[in-house]
């Protein structure tokens, strides 16, 4: 059983509280401000769930460099107010940075559902590829 502290409970709390920022700040038509307080409690979160060290050395591998450079640049923009372009560097820095993940995840989300379409699609997302 895996057990999990105070600190990292909190952090789950302060994503999803950035994830609504963002995906409200969206339906608002881009509201720069409220792109921004989401962009950094997402990654005050993050940094809370998973630890500093990390989380830094997530971000900052030599392969990751360029979607780390187009995601942290999104979010200077969104704080600098220029929240589409902002927002447009950040999605491509975050497909960039998870690409490795998404194969697996559609692997589990093939194997958990049962209904036979969504099953086969998610198959074919899974492809080939590997998380390294």
Not at 16 to 30: K, P, S
Not at 34 to 51: D, V
Not at 86 to 108: D, Q, R
């Amino acid at each position: 059983m895996i057990s999990i502290t105070e600190w990292q409970k909190i952090g789950v709390g302060i994503t999803g509280f950035g994830i609504f920022f963002i995906l409200f700040g969206i339906l608002l038509y881009f509201d720069s401000v409220l792109l921004a307080f989401g962009n950094l409690l997402f990654l005050t979160g993050l940094s809370l769930i998973i630890g500093l060290r990390r989380t830094f050395s997530f971000f900052f591998q030599r392969h990751k460099l360029r979607g780390t450079s187009f995601f942290l640049g999104g979010v200077a923009i969104v704080l600098l107010r220029w929240p589409l372009l902002g927002m447009l560097l950040e999605t491509y820095g975050f497909f960039s940075l998870f690409k490795g993940f998404f194969p697996v995840a559609f692997g589990f989300l093939g194997n958990t559902t049962n209904i036979p379409f969504l099953s086969a699609l998610f198959q074919r997302f899974q492809g080939t590829s590997s998380m390294v």
